[in-house]
C-alpha cells in the first residue's frame, strides 16, 4: 500500500491484504465484479450498527448489481465478530458480507481517510465504488453524526453502471429504469443537451 493521499475519482484502489470475518482477502481478488467499500469508526456504536442492518438487508440488491459489499473498522477481528453476533441476536440480521480489521489504521491511512497524526479513527466513515477493474468511480464522505443512506448507495451504484460505457449521462434524481441523456451532438445548439435522451 502507498502512503495516505487524497484519493480521487479515477485513481487504482489501493491494494491491501488482511484479515476478515469471513476470512484473509486481497482486495484485488474482487476483480471482475463492483465493490462497495465503506470504513466506519468502531464497532458497537450506534449509527453504524443502523448502517449495518440496512446494508445486510440489502445485499441481495448490491449483488443484484454484480456488486461486492465490504466494511472496515479499526477494530480487531474479535470485536468484529462479536459484534457482528450481537447484531444477529439484537435484530435477526445476518451480517454475510466481510469486515476487515485494520487495527494499525494503514488501510485507512492508504484511502486518505485518516491522516498521519490521526490517533484514532473519528474521521473513519467513508464509502468508494470501485469498478470491476479496481478504479474508484465515486467518493462519499460522511460525518461521525450522520448515517449513510443504503437507498442512495444502491441508485449511484446503479448510475454509475448506466453511465459505465461514456455515452450516457445520469440526470438529477434518476431511479434505474427511467431515461438517461445522450451526450451533446458535436453540432449541437448550447442547449441539445437538454433535450436529447436516450431511449
Do not use: N
Not at 31 to 50: I, K, L
Not at 68 to 89: F, K, N, T
Not at 126 to 140: H, L, M, N, S
Not at 150 to 169: H, T, Y
Amino acid at each position: 500500500m502507498r502512503a495516505a493521499v487524497a484519493l480521487r475519482m479515477g485513481d487504482l484502489a489501493p491494494d491491501f491484504e488482511a484479515r476478515t470475518t469471513k476470512g484473509p482477502l486481497r482486495l484485488s481478488s474482487l476483480r471482475g465484479r463492483w465493490v462497495v467499500f465503506f470504513s466506519h469508526p468502531a464497532d458497537f456504536t450506534p449509527v453504524c450498527t443502523t448502517e449495518f442492518v440496512a446494508l445486510a438487508k440489502a445485499q441481495p440488491r448490491f449483488e443484484a448489481l454484480g456488486c461486492v459489499l465490504l466494511g472496515l473498522s479499526i477494530d480487531s477481528l474479535y470485536s468484529h465478530m462479536a459484534w457482528v453476533r450481537a447484531i444477529r441476536e439484537l435484530f435477526g440480521v445476518a451480517i454475510d458480507f466481510p469486515i476487515v480489521e485494520d487495527p494499525s489504521m494503514a488501510v485507512g491511512r492508504a484511502y486518505g481517510m485518516l491522516d498521519e497524526a490521526a490517533r484514532d479513527s473519528s474521521g473513519l466513515r467513508a464509502t468508494y465504488f470501485i469498478d470491476p477493474d479496481g478504479i474508484i468511480r465515486a467518493i462519499i464522505h460522511y460525518p461521525m453524526t450522520v448515517g449513510r443512506s443504503v437507498e442512495e448507495m444502491l441508485r449511484l451504484l446503479a448510475a454509475l453502471q448506466a453511465a459505465q460505457g461514456g455515452d450516457r449521462l445520469v440526470p438529477e434524481g434518476w431511479q434505474p429504469g427511467e431515461p438517461l441523456l445522450l451526450l451533446p451532438a458535436e453540432d449541437g445548439g448550447a442547449a441539445d443537451w437538454f433535450c436529447r435522451r436516450a431511449s
